[in-house]
C-alpha cells in the first residue's frame, strides 16, 4: 500500500512537469521518490521506484526539448546517484532491522530459559503469570517470578532487582537460580531467603558483580517477597524483603497483606540487619493472591498519575487468575498510553477446593 505513495508522486510530477511552461522545471521533486521508499522498503524496491523515476524524467526531456539537453542531463544524472544513494541506505535500514530481528529472537529464547512462564496448577492453586517489558525490544529485565512445589505445599517468590540492563538481569537470575536449588528442600521461609541472600553474595564475592557498576552504585539489591501456600491450610505464609506487599482479593474485597516487619532486600544483610520475619495470613478457597513489582504501581497516565491498582482489582475481584492478568494488561497499558516506564511482573494465584 505504501509504494503506491511514491509511483503516484511520479506520476504526478511527470504529467505537470510536461503540461507547465518551459521556463519552470519540477522534475528535481522526483528525487523524493526514491528517498521516501527508501524509509520503509527495501532495496529491491527502492532501486526499481528510482528506475521508474529516472524513466519518468527521461520522458519529461524527451517531451520538452530533448534528452541531451544539459539541464535535464544534469537533472537525471543527479536522479540516477540519489537513488543509488538512496537504495543504499534501505540496503542498511534492511540490515539493522533483520539485526533487531535476531537480537528478539534471542530474547525471547533467554527469556523461555531463565524466566519461563509459571505452571498454571500447582497443587490446589492456580496460577498465572505475566511480565511487561517497557521497552518494546526488550523480552525481560530486572524483575522476576518463579514457582516451586514442596511435600506440603508450593513456595513462590515475586522480585524486582535494582537498576536497569544486564546488571539486573545479572541479579535475577542469580536469585532465580537459588531460589530453583533450594526452595523444594523442606526447610522454613528464613532458612530459605538466607540461601538466596547467600546465592547472591557468593556469586558477587565470586564473579565481582558489584565492581564498577555503571550507575555508579556500591550495592546492588533486590527486593522480594517469598511465600508459602500450604495445601492444605488456608493460609499463606510470606516473608516481605522490603518489596510491594501482595493484594488478597477475596470477597469483593481488596486487601493489602502488609507485615509488621519487613526484612531487608536481598543482597544488604551485609548493611542492613538481616532480621527474617514469617508472618501468617488468612488464604481461603477462591480467595486470589496478586502479586506484583513497582513498574505496575508506578507507571502513570498523562497528567502523571500513579496507576490506581488496588481500586482497579476491586472491580475485577472474582475473575480467575488468568483473566484477571488479561484484565490488567489491557488497562495497564491503557492508562499508561502504551508505554511503561518500568518493567512490571504479575502473578495471580487463587486456592481452589481440594479434590475428593
Known sequence: ???????????????????VPPDVHLGPFLIAAPAVTASFAGPRATAFVGAVAVA????????????????????IIVLVLISIIATFFAHLRERDENRVARLRSIAHAAQSVVLPPLPERAGPLRIASLYLAAEEEAQMGGDLYAAARTA???????????????????????????????ARREQGLP????????????????????????????????????????????????????HP???LLSQGRVIPLDTTRTSPPLG?????????????????VEDVLLLHTDGVTEARDHSRAFYP????LAAWASDDPAILLDRLRADLRTYAGGHLGDDAALVAVQRTAPEP
Open 1 to 19: 500500500m505504501l509504494l503506491a505513495v511514491p509511483f503516484a508522486l511520479i506520476a504526478a510530477v511527470t504529467v505537470v512537469d510536461v503540461l
Open 56 to 75: 519518468a524524467q527521461t520522458v519529461v526531456a524527451v517531451a520538452r526539448t530533448s534528452v541531451t539537453d544539459l539541464n535535464h542531463t544534469y537533472q
Open 152 to 182: 506440603s505445599g508450593t513456595r513462590l517468590l515475586i522480585g524486582d532487582a535494582r537498576g536497569k540492563g544486564l546488571d539486573a538481569v545479572s541479579e535475577a537470575s542469580l536469585v532465580l537460580g537459588a531460589f530453583r536449588v533450594t
Open 191 to 242: 532458612e530459605l531467603v538466607g540461601q538466596l541472600e547467600a546465592g547472591i553474595g557468593s556469586a558477587e564475592r565470586t564473579h565481582g558483580v558489584t565492581a564498577a557498576r555503571p550507575d555508579g552504585a556500591d550495592e546492588a539489591f533486590v527486593t522480594a517477597l517469598v511465600l508459602d501456600v500450604p495445601d492444605h491450610e488456608p493460609v499463606v505464609r510470606l516473608v516481605n524483603c522490603g
Open 245 to 247: 506487599p501482595p493484594l
Open 268 to 284: 544488604l544483610s551485609d548493611v542492613l540487619a538481616a532480621d527474617v520475619t514469617v508472618e501468617t495470613f488468612p488464604f481461603g
Open 309 to 312: 491498582l488496588t481500586e482497579r
